[in-house]
């Protein structure tokens, strides 16, 4: 290193004139870059001492272009490294945090923990990201801020972040494409959006069970039957009667698809609910919700795999939009996706939805 110009720069720092400090943190900074960027102990520190005390006197303007430079540094001077990555200008802490693989996780968290959108955001955006870094910005970030954390492949999160980031997106359609399309979600929760999002995220959804190979498959299923939570509210007042109606008819194999129409049709709707789910082998919660939002999608899915004609299927699909103006031409569109579905793969969407009953019925809590 040249020493003795690094002596006559550091000779300068009590020049008053701030162009004239500013040219010194310049010449420091080109000096520190001079051959492989390399020094020992000793120097960096030196380094680090000089360039922060100019630094801190900087505008933003020339602190954000020395961040830039450091941010690329395989060694950059820690302290000056820490107090950029911490600076409220976020055009001075963006380039570090981003971009500077310098910074540890301890570097990260404390500015995950004690800065704002911006400076979690340009955290979410760095090659990679660590489980524990990630669970602060889950806890901390805010829906934009969340949706760049789901989108970066390079980010690490725990099954109970991703959890957190799902609960989260159930309740906000701008999150809906960022959890489908992050390829670690675990697909058992990846299903639980299945309600929520629109036909093509249904369609990526199913794709992305298609993939699953079967050992996968029960590891998902049994780390969902372990986080199950209560969502589904109480049972309506005439789940009890419906029940012991339905398992007498069930003791006399009277539980038919033509039963089933007719409670529909009768608007004994508990009774239909309770049906379903002993001939699909499904949960309460889950048909409730089908029901409820109308959602013939998801009933096809339920019909399917549960090997009903496509002409049963049609009957529900009327007999739920009832009074809607076009109920016909809908059932008919809701026929033709019916027909589209491989049964394959209902079978092994509605997989997830078992769960909810093998882990019994939530709706009862």
Same mark, same amino acid.
């Given at each position: 290193m040249e020493r003795s110009k690094l002596h006559d720069l550091i000779a300068l720092a009590n020049e008053p004139s701030s162009a004239r400090r500013r040219e010194l943190l310049r010449g420091v900074t080109d000096l520190f870059f001079v051959g492989d960027g390399a020094h020992g102990g000793a120097e960096l520190a030196l380094f680090d001492d000089v360039m922060g005390q100019l630094a801190s006197d900087m505008e933003e303007a020339v602190r954000g272009e020395l961040a830039s430079r450091l941010a690329a540094a395989a060694a950059p001077p820690r302290h000056l490294l820490r107090d950029l990555a911490r600076d409220t200008a976020i055009t001075v802490a963006e380039p570090v945090l981003t971009g500077s693989a310098a910074l540890t996780d301890d570097d990260l968290l404390a500015v995950a923990h004690t800065r704002g959108q911006d400076h979690l955001r340009a955290i979410s955006l760095r090659s990679t990201v660590s489980a524990a870094?990630?669970?602060?910005?889950?806890?901390?970030? *805010?829906?934009?801020?969340?949706?760049?954390?789901?989108?970066? *492949?390079?980010?690490?999160?725990?099954?109970?972040?991703?959890?957190?980031?799902?609960?989260?997106?159930?309740?906000?359609? *701008?999150?809906?494409?960022?959890?489908?399309?992050?390829?670690?979600?675990?697909? *058992?929760?990846?299903?639980?959006?299945?309600f929520v999002v629109e036909a093509q995220l249904r369609d990526a959804i199913r794709d992305r069970n298609s993939e699953v190979d079967p050992e996968a498959l029960e590891a998902a299923l049994a780390a969902s039957r372990k986080s199950l939570a209560t969502r589904d509210g109480a049972l309506p007042d005439d789940y009890e009667e419906a029940e012991r109606a339905v398992r007498l008819l069930k003791l006399r194999n009277g539980i038919t698809p033509p039963v089933l129409a007719a409670f529909l049709r009768n608007r004994e709707t508990t009774k239909f609910l309770v049906a379903l789910c002993e001939l699909a082998d499904i949960d309460f919660g889950t048909a409730r919700k089908i029901l409820d939002r109308r959602d013939l999608d998801a009933l096809s899915i339920v019909c399917k795999a549960a090997g009903f004609e496509r002409s049963l299927y049609l009957t529900f699909a009327v007999l739920i939009l009832d009074r809607e103006a076009n109920a016909m031409g809908r059932a008919r569109e809701y026929g033709e996706l019916f027909d589209a579905l491989p049964r394959e793969a209902a079978q092994?969407?509605?997989?997830?939805?078992?769960l909810r009953r093998q882990s019994g019925d939530v709706a009862a809590a």
């Open positions: 870094v990630s669970e602060a910005i889950v806890e901390r970030g *805010d829906d934009h801020t969340l949706d760049a954390l789901l989108r970066n *492949d390079g980010a690490e999160l725990s099954r109970e972040s991703h959890e957190r980031a799902v609960d989260r997106a159930m309740a906000n359609t *701008d999150l809906h494409a960022a959890v489908v399309a992050r390829r670690a979600v675990p697909v *058992d929760l990846l299903n639980e959006m299945y092994r969407t509605i997989r997830f939805w078992r």
